[in-house]
């Protein structure tokens, strides 16, 4: 069904056993963020909570937990939307199957925004920011957050709805330096829709008019994280998606959405920042406190019996490894279209998604050769670093499809075949003092890292050992030596001091190893803190690894040298330890989680839900 706001949609979640309510009160701070997360790593339904502490107001979390219930949602138009976005990357199917595409240019059609005259809806009440659920998330969170908002913008020099960025940039609301109920914080990056409106606005002397949407049909949510084809608007794909107009007015000069559940209205004025953060991330760790943009409160509206949707993000998967999946889907080979070649790219959900890529491309620069090497793999390697959202990967390991199908998605199977085939002296590719990922601490600053690519192809060329060489015991320094895969091997060592201690104390790691011989076999070693952690899954290898390392300072390699400006080794060796640098990993708090198991007893509202 096309669902006209966010409770008819949970009602029909839960006549279709997708959805629990939780009666019982439960305290914003912690509290809700542990039920949730408690109930999503068990694959569960999603929670209404009736009765939060310090709020009248009911809030939603895990609606979208899984990619099943994802679908549906959004049963009714997933096909429709889907036929929209094949036709936005090649309209020419339309002009040659007009009758055909009849349907999908009257979803568009349908799909438009509707404004809305009268003012503010008469179910619209005005409420303070101290009113709504104040959800803090993590121990050291800086204060409560909005984490499923969508923040609605307009170009300054083009003003109107069809002209407007609607985003999901997380909302501090109290903490820190806010003045409660008159200030907010928004996380965004300068190149993001929103910024790109505020440089607009600051160059005219002038604050940016913003609108922070919260709830309203789950379309809408939806759209606000959607990377769209050029040219279409995130408020027409929410009305594509949801079946029904998007429907709005101003009031004071602010956009308000009819259909929002809440909307928080203000100003971002030229060069006001406070510090934001700390705030627990997906990549696993804290994202730490710097400045960003302030928003100061105008109005803030409530629809009478509105619900605060909102998720936890942390280490993967969580809700929004879900919502990848169904963006993904729905988009479906648009990357494949957007750089020739490329079969497949992987943003693999484990290692936080930025950090690590798997890529499956076309080799065909060199047939002839009588030694296979990469050579368009490595031009389209150039391409995917510098494309949308994946330009911010730190590892990129790519490879082509031969005599075997390969699956970027089962990881151990795809490392098994790069590094089977990986020639050291050749494979490794670099990029240094280049970006990263705002929120990956493993770097040299803020925004600033580096960058390798693995591109292997061709035959065999080695056995990769499925035991740990004997050899490992006998190295001063190494303890705890682990397998963690064929050809990878775990060892722990001391904690990371310095990197000027560190580089002589790899060197003499790998001079040792490079002196009691080759060994082929085993061409990626993993420095670590924990290598029993590090071992014991396929996840947390990646985790672990691609998450704390910065490639030009934390690789390399036995017997290492340099031929004509390449690096090249014998054997990788990967310095995963934690630096001192780095943001802290997040750690539930011990006493919250046992306090919520209260709610799992007999006769609790989510008795049996953990099996």
Known sequence: MNYQNLEECLIDLEKNGHLVRIQEEVDPELEMAAIHMKVHEAGGPALLFENVKGSKFRAVSNLFGTVERSKYIFRQTWEGVQNVISLRSDPMKAMKSPIKHFGTGLAAWKALPQKISGGLPASFEEISIADLPLIRHWPEDGGAFVTLPQVYS?????????????????????????????????????????????????????????????????????????????????????????????????????????????????????????????????????????????????????????????????????????FGALIHELTGDAIQQEIPGVKEVHAVDAAGVHPLLFAIGSERYTPYQQVKQPAELLTIANRILGTGQVSLAKYLFITAEESQPLDSHDVEHFLTYILARLDLHRDVHFYTNTTIDTLDYSGTGLNSGSKVVFAAVGDKKRDLCQ?????????????????????????????????????????????????????????????????????????????????????????????????????????????????????????????????????????????????
């Open 154 to 322: 307009e170009d300054p020099e083009k003003p109107g709805i069809m002209n407007s960025n609607l985003g999901m940039y997380r909302i501090q609301l109290n903490g820190n330096e806010y003045e409660l109920n008159k200030e907010i914080g928004l996380h965004y990056q300068i190149h993001r829709g929103i910024g790109v409106h505020q440089a607009k606005a600051t160059k005219q002397g002038l604050p940016l008019k913003v609108s922070c949407f919260i709830g309203g049909p789950p379309a809408h949510t939806l759209s606000a994280v959607m990377p769209l084809p050029e040219g279409m608007s995130e408020i027409t794909f929410a009305g594509l998606l949801s079946g029904r107009r998007f429907r709005y007015s101003y009031i004071d000069g602010y956009c308000i959405s009819h259909d929002a559940d809440f909307v928080i209205t203000g100003e971002i004025y030229p060069g006001e920042t406070k510090p934001e953060g700390p705030f627990g991330d997906h990549l696993g760790y804290y994202s730490l406190t710097h400045p960003f943009p302030l928003m100061r409160v105008h109005k803030v509206y409530a629809k009478k019996n509105a619900i605060f949707p909102f998720t936890v993000v942390g280490r993967p998967p969580q809700e929004d490894t879900a």
């Open 467 to 611: 035991e740990v060489p004997a050899l490992f015991n006998e190295i001063p320094g190494v303890e705890h030596a682990h397998l963690v895969m064929p050809g990878i091997v775990a060892i722990q060592m001391s904690a990371f001091k310095s990197y000027g201690e560190t580089q002589l104390e790899m060197q003499d790691l790998c001079e040792a190893l490079g002196a009691k011989g080759p060994l082929p076999t085993c061409p990626m070693i993993i420095v670590c803190d924990d290598s029993p952690f590090m071992s014991a899954s396929i996840d947390n290898f990646v985790w672990a690894t691609f998450t704390r390392s910065n490639p030009s300072h934390d690789i390399y390699g036995v017997n290492s040298y340099y031929e004509n400006k390449h690096w090249a080794c014998d054997n990788l060796v990967i310095d995963a330890r934690i630096k001192p640098h780095q943001a802290p990993p997040l750690i539930p708090d011990p006493t919250v989680e046992k306090n919520i198991m209260r709610l799992f007893d007999k006769g609790a509202s989510l008795h049996d839900i953990i099996k």
